[in-house]
């Protein structure tokens, strides 16, 4: 299984390292080095997923969790389509989206850092998952992903499971 933007490894590539392979991939240094203390038996490389080589048919599964929109929206369909090459036939892609198309902005202090965003809205998602050649099998909503202590306000991302045919 690929996680795209698996930060520190914590929950999801932990969980997912209990029964599967797993390989993450972060842009981040400090969340690599603590995702490889986090998950011993994952891989885990530091780079731009837009710049990361895998082969074609390698991964059964791939998990892109509060990730997509944080690159460039332009490289969106670029992105979908090097999951879908990277993934066996009969594979599956789970991701978290945005309901609205935004133009991209920074946040200057998102929990202590400033983080980029940019997206497009769920339509034009389903739209560029067709026409990579997925099956939409599930879209509905989930929340933020922060514990209830984080004290934030509540935030609601639509998730989609698609699978290559």
Excluded at 19 to 25: A, E, L, N, S, Y
Excluded at 109 to 119: E, L, P, R
Excluded at 122 to 138: C, H, N, Q, S
Excluded at 141 to 160: K, L, N, Q, T
């Amino acid at each position: 299984m690929l996680d795209i933007g698996c930060g520190a490894g914590v929950p999801i590539a932990r969980t997912l390292a209990e029964r599967f392979c797993v390989t993450g991939v972060d842009i981040s240094g400090e969340m690599v080095s603590r995702a490889m203390v986090n998950v011993p038996g994952a891989t885990f490389i530091l780079g731009d997923i837009m710049s990361v080589e895998f082969p074609p048919c390698h991964f059964d599964a791939v998990v892109a969790y509060y990730t997509i929109f944080h690159i460039p929206r332009e490289e969106h369909p670029e992105l979908i389509r090097r999951i879908y090459a990277w993934l066996k036939p009969g594979g599956y892609l789970q991701a978290t989206l945005t309901r609205i198309s935004e133009a991209p902005y920074t946040e200057d202090d998102f929990f202590g850092v400033t983080m980029y965003w940019s997206n497009y809205g769920l339509k034009d998602y389903e739209r560029i998952l067709e026409e990579a050649g997925f099956t939409i099998l599930v879209s509905t909503v989930i929340g933020h992903g922060y514990r209830e202590s984080d004290a934030i306000p509540s935030e609601r991302h639509p998730f989609i499971l698609a699978r290559k045919d």
